[in-house]
């Protein structure tokens, strides 16, 4: 009974955000609704009992792509009606795209009915270890059965940040408006200020 | 409290429902009336540091000025800018404060006494602590204002900076923990140093994380040294400046509730939560309520916030960002890879589980 109400209403708002995502008209809305998909569709997974991909889903997605997104959204300057200007011109491309994605959705769905498929053989026991909560047993099955699919897409992940690094990084800017914070650290009040005592009538020459 | 509420013969999710939302007032509530309490507390306190006397007018030594504070903008009247953009001004405060209370549903205030005793607990409150961004970021795009814009980005990137270092000496403590779930972490506290101290802040790997994440909890709350999303001097009132009334109450509450919610954190990973500093009965106090020691921790904490706020100088922006990138990360880090490395050496890993 309280999942079922708990179901119906992460579900009917997953599939109502989703569409306020692609029908605002304001880009900075539509990040807002695709964050309150994020958090239902993190719902759903509690409900199914992966709370640790859920929580995943909301610190990933949520907490950082999504900020990111804003970041973004918030900095451009869109003109949402050139954009609309373009729709008719691009239409029949989207139409194609769209059939594709349907008749991969129904051949897919058609494959599944038809029975499971054998795909090579599993390098590890293919029973995961019996441990209790989804979180140990993800870890187990990560460590154990993937472990080289796993740090594989580590290494990938890491060459994929070093090289966005290398991409943006400056090698030597102007000396100017440059911060040395080693010098700052060692900067005392003895250098850096001196007591003068003038006189009456009499400037400070420094 | 489902059983107590099924034995009025109610059915069981009617039970449960009643029994929830009780519990969420049960901590909510109480929250509210925290916050009001601290907000006077911090005043106190700076005022006893700049030697003034803070205030004492309303009420018995002036316990009642929050109140008198929150009356006083509960009656004023709600102005929202023309060129805002409506829905999500008024929605951004609203966020601010929510996510400021849900995180509290995993804390535990003694042994049994949480309102979600969930596996992930401490994924659980790492997911909403990131969530607290989004009330400011919405409050400075909204006001449609420079100022509020500012700060809006200057709070996005200091707190995704911070948050990476606090989920690396978050993970420290789990590994010690062998658990996400905030009684077991608290639980295996108990007697961790020498058999008798209660809490982790007494180990040697443990204590340079604990000062970490203290400092890095200043930079995700916006305290003093890096508040710089509201530092008047450049930015008026940061992402605030357009916000009246109630909605500026909201804001100010949920600023606070944050606040708590890092000094319980802090208790809960570092001091042992609701057990004695002592496992030894020393004096009788077993028999002091676990909830008392949680909340005198608490104050600790919350007293060596508001003392940092009384004394530190503010930090120029581009320290703020060496400090969370070219310090903190490479130190958590560092200890993250060496506190596994100790627990692989002496075998002490997956004990919990």
């Not at chain 1, 695709?34 to 640790?52: H, K, P, Q, T």
């Not at chain 2, 449960?16 to 907000?39: D, E, Q, R, S």
């Amino acid at each position: 009974m309280i999942q079922t109400i708990a179901f119906y209403l992460f579900a009917v708002l997953v599939i109502a955000s989703a569409v306020m995502v692609i029908t605002a008209r304001n880009p900075v809305h539509s990040v807002l609704w695709l964050i309150l998909a994020f958090f239902n569709a993190a719902g759903l997974m509690v409900l199914v009992g992966a709370e640790f991909i859920a929580m995943l889903l909301i610190i990933v997605y949520v907490g950082a792509v999504a900020v990111l997104f804003l970041f973004v959204v918030m900095m451009l300057d869109i003109d949402v009606a050139a954009m609309r200007a373009g729709f008719i011109k691009n239409a029949p491309l989207g139409v194609v795209i769209a059939l594709i994605l349907l008749a991969e959705l129904v051949l897919g769905i058609g494959a599944y009915r038809m029975g499971a498929i054998e795909l090579g053989t599993p390098m590890a026991s293919d029973a995961p270890a019996m441990v209790e909560g989804n979180t140990n047993a993800i870890g187990a099955l990560l460590y154990t059965k993937y472990l080289f699919l796993f740090e594989a897409a580590g290494i990938i992940l890491l060459v994929a940040m070093i090289g966005a690094i290398v991409l943006t990084h400056r090698p030597t800017r102007a000396k100017r408006g440059q911060q040395d914070i080693g010098k700052q650290v060692r900067r005392n009040p003895d250098e850096a200020t001196v007591m003068k005592q003038p006189t009456v009538g009499q400037g400070v020459e420094l | 409290m489902t059983e107590f509420f099924q034995s009025w013969g109610l059915s069981y999710e009617w039970a449960w429902a009643i029994a929830t939302i009780a519990g969420i007032l049960l901590i909510a509530l109480p929250l509210m009336l925290a916050v009001a309490m601290i907000i006077y507390v911090d005043r106190k306190v700076w005022a006893a540091i700049n030697l003034r006397r803070g205030p004492n007018v309303v009420g018995p030594f002036g316990l009642l000025q929050s109140f008198a504070d929150g009356l006083k903008v509960f009656l004023q009247e709600t102005i929202i800018p023309s060129a805002a953009n409506k829905g999500i001004f008024i929605l951004a405060p609203i966020v601010t404060f929510t996510v400021a209370l849900i995180a509290w549903a995993v804390i535990p205030f003694d042994a049994g006494v949480v309102l979600a005793d969930i596996n992930v607990g401490l994924l659980y409150i790492f997911a909403v602590s990131s969530l607290s961004v989004y009330g400011i970021i919405m409050a400075g795009w909204a006001s449609n204002s420079k100022y509020p814009f500012f700060s809006a980005m200057r709070a996005s990137a200091q707190m995704i900076s911070y948050e990476v270092s606090i989920g690396f000496i978050m993970i420290g403590v789990i590994l010690y923990a062998g658990s996400f779930n905030l009684t077991d972490i608290v639980m295996a506290q108990k007697g961790h140093g020498l058999g008798i101290v209660n809490g982790y802040v007494f180990n040697l790997l443990l204590f340079p994380i604990f000062v970490m994440f203290f400092i890095s909890a200043l930079a995700e709350t916006q305290r003093v040294p890096f508040d710089l999303t509201e530092a008047e001097s450049e930015l008026v009132a940061g992402y605030q400046t357009e916000y009246s009334s109630m909605s500026f109450a909201l804001f100010w509450l949920g600023e606070y509730a944050n606040i708590l919610l890092m000094c319980a954190l802090m208790t809960i990973l570092f001091f042992g939560g609701w057990l004695p500093p002592l496992d030894i009965d020393l004096i009788p106090w077993f028999d002091i309520p676990g909830i008392i020691w949680f909340f005198a921790k608490m104050f600790l904490f919350f007293f060596m916030f508001s003392w940092v706020m009384a004394t530190v100088p503010r930090y120029r922006y581009d320290q703020l960002m060496r400090l969370g990138w070219k310090v903190f990360l490479p130190l958590s880090l560092l200890f993250v890879v060496l506190i596994s490395g100790w627990l692989m050496a002496t075998g002490h890993y997956g004990a919990a589980a």
